[in-house]
């Protein structure tokens, strides 16, 4: 199947919350207003991947940041990307299950790297549960630890990925 990117649109809402739920619990998703700002405020860094006929298959999100490591807040509020910037973060990485185990994650992934390095940043963070450490390794993240995190409750890892600029 082939994909291409794009970025997120106000239209495109409805169909990346379908998607949020099938990757968070109801504590973990973003809600439609929080993701709406996202889409506003992100314009850059909110990349969907869709099929040949337009079909949201998944999506990354996250703003720069001028932290190593996300903050509870970056989920709760959204504002404009900052150029000065040095870090670029992952708040949602989801794929439509019906599309999962064909490399799209890692593609977003990628997408998301060339926009981190097309803007200086020095290093793409994000936190993950243990069970995604793996795959977050094979995308050359390295585990920096246990988060401060307590956002749902949940035990969430530190992932770091350093940039080379070109």
């Not at 991947?49 to 932290?67: C, L, M, R, S």
Request: glycine fraction near 4%.
């Amino acid at each position: 199947m082939k994909i291409h990117f794009d970025t997120a649109k106000p239209t495109e809402l409805a169909a990346i919350m379908r998607i949020e739920h099938t990757g968070f619990t109801p504590q973990e998703a973003a809600s439609s207003a929080a993701m709406a700002d996202r889409i506003r405020f992100y314009p850059d860094t909110f990349i969907t991947a869709k099929t040949e006929t337009n079909q949201i298959a998944g999506y990354i999100v996250g703003p720069a940041f001028d932290h190593r490591y996300l903050t509870d807040e970056l989920y709760e509020k959204a504002v404009p990307n900052n150029p000065s910037d040095p870090y670029q973060t992952v708040l949602s990485l989801v794929v439509d299950p019906a599309f999962q185990q064909q490399g799209i994650a890692s593609q977003l992934l990628n997408q998301l790297a060339t926009v981190a390095i097309s803007q200086d940043r020095k290093a793409i963070t994000l936190t993950c549960l243990a069970k995604l450490v793996p795959f977050y390794e094979r995308n050359g993240y390295k585990n920096e630890g246990v988060a401060d995190s307590d956002h749902a409750n949940e035990t969430w890892f530190n992932m770091v990925k350093t940039l080379s600029q070109n």
